[in-house]
């Protein structure tokens, strides 16, 4: 069987359980934050990229990461299956293997298991959160993100002292369609907040994988309804053919050495 195929109490004052991230506290958002443009960040953006484009972006670590390799969305379930963890470290691990970027959101589930699997291989990762850069949902990856911060790039929409609440991330899902190559959507149910992404992804012309398995569970309408709309299936046969579709990248242009 083909490894894509089938297979805390709250507070009321912090109903999302978001915290400060480590080593945050004490830092005035100027001193450890860049603010950029989309096109500063991505180069320049045709008209259907601006329409839901941020003006502003708040970015912390190591910005030379953009231009270093394809950047691929690996995104599906908080709430993933064991099969879609592994199915997630696996093509994480084999996106770093072959100089991509490993995209994700920094949610628990498949999005923790993209980021720490490139990160145990080697590789690169980018965060695109739904918080500001000082806080973390869950509060459970509050390290997480600050190590992404130090060694890897995590980027924000939302100021700092923005509230976090549950429109901050679909509003996520679209930066970061935006900001990847592909997003390829690996573990998600049939209301998986990762669906929104996908369609984005199909909006902006980008590549939209689906996992195989999900395309053969017949208790899910969306893959079948998104492959109408050029969605592709990712199997382990045509995992050389995913790879083929991404771009090469080199550094495009410069960003004046920042690391912030």
Known sequence: MGFFAHHAACDPKNPFGDSTVPDSKNMSSQAWQESVTAEELLGSLNEVERKFAPKQLFVVGHLEIMQEGARVSIVGSREASDVGLRRAKKLARLVCERG?????????????????????????????????QSHAYPKENSELQALIQRDFLCVSQFPEGYPVQPKNFPIRNRTMALISDATVIVDAGQTSGSISQGWEALRLGRGLFIAKALTENPKLTWPAEMMSYGARVLADESIDDFFEFLPSRSRAFAFDELSV
Do not use: F, N, Q, W
């Open 100 to 132: 991509g970027i490993v995209v994700s959101g920094l949610a628990k589930g498949i999005d923790t298991a993209a980021h720490t699997a490139a990160i145990e291989v080697g590789g690169k990762t980018i965060a695109v959160i739904g918080t500001p």
